[in-house]
């Protein structure tokens, strides 16, 4: 009984993974954005880039941009010339290319005289984890429900202004479509579903308020009036509607993220330290993607050094 998110393509997912790895390793008050698009002082009309990062030194704003690649080839000169006249091109200070697969030798001697930084993004294995980092499962805690019952009582004229009784005239049947546009508005043509109708509840209501978690299932019943301008179609007739009773169980249950099923990437170059980051990600399909990330370099011994984040939704969502 809700809406689906779309998926990012997996290029997309490892841009947005070196965005957030290059943010948490930066400096306080830098600004990443990905993907971002910036003016081009040649043709001055907008080109993208994976990423950027803007921060300042003195007086002076520095723009920095990253371009991606996760492909199983190493990454040839061919590609950094192209970002090196890219990176002319925007004005950016300097440019961040990365492989998931390395660089050949042509390319990183190009790189060097073009104001490129190479890095390699590659996968590494719990044995070789940094222990500051070693967090050995993630649990996510998920709002769930399932319709327990629909129950219609139709509209009566008498009844407006007082508190009708808690009885309906029918049930909707149980392999009623939530999704179909059962409901529609006899004034201005508009239609809903089910769904339509448990989002509303959600938003008017907090009906996991007090759910534990873990807890069976509880049903709970929603009653939501209507003031005689809304029909359903139901068994061949319409009904002009009073009253939906919206029985739901709800429920809130765990997920489980151990280290093993966690990202473990590993990011860096011979010209800058490695970092290496975990990230534990929820696999549920949910409005918004849930990560928390653990990030710091990958000799460090210090717990300062170490960066969480992450994106959850906020406790009363």
């Known amino acids: 009984m809700t809406a689906r998110r779309r998926q990012d393509p997996e290029w997309r997912g490892f841009e947005r993974l070196i965005a957030r790895i290059e943010a948490d390793a930066g400096p306080a008050g830098i ?51 192209q970002l090196a006249a890219k990176r002319q091109a925007i004005g950016a200070d300097r440019t961040i290319a990365v492989s998931a697969s390395g660089f050949s030798p042509e390319a990183e001697a190009v790189a060097l005289q073009h104001s490129i930084s190479l890095r390699r993004a590659s996968e590494f294995s719990v044995a070789d984890i940094n222990q500051l980092l070693k967090l050995d499962f993630v649990i996510f805690w998920h709002k769930a429900c399932a319709l327990a019952g629909v129950g219609i009582r139709t509209f009566r004229p008498d009844e407006s202004g007082t508190t009708p009784p808690d009885e309906f005239d029918f049930a909707l049947p149980e392999n009623t479509d939530l999704f179909a546009s059962i409901f529609r508005n006899t004034d201005n043509g508009s239609t809903w579903s089910l769904n339509d109708v448990w989002q509303e509840v959600q938003a008017a209501l907090n009906p996991f308020g ?62 800058a330290p490695a970092i290496q980051r975990v990230e534990f990600a929820s696999q549920r399909t949910l409005p918004r993607d849930w990560h928390i990330s653990l990030q710091m370099p990958k000799d460090s011994t210090d717990i300062a050094d170490l960066r969480t984040g992450g994106n959850w939704p906020d406790s009363e969502e």
């Open 210 to 271: 007090d759910i534990a978690k873990g807890a069976p299932p509880i049903i709970r019943t929603a009653r939501v009036p209507y003031s005689g301008n809304v029909v359903i179609h139901h068994g061949g007739d319409t009904h002009l509607l009073g009253h939906v009773f919206l029985g739901v169980a709800l429920w809130i249950e765990p997920e489980m993220v151990p280290l093993e099923d966690a990202q473990r990437v590993e990011y860096g170059s011979s010209e």
């Open 31 to 81: 600004v990443v954005r990905s993907p971002d698009r910036i003016k081009c002082r040649v043709t001055g009309r907008l080109r993208e880039v994976d990423a950027s990062i803007r921060t300042r030194a003195g007086t002076s704003e520095i723009l920095i941009t990253v371009e991606c690649r996760r492909r199983s080839k190493k990454q040839d000169v061919t590609w950094i010339e």
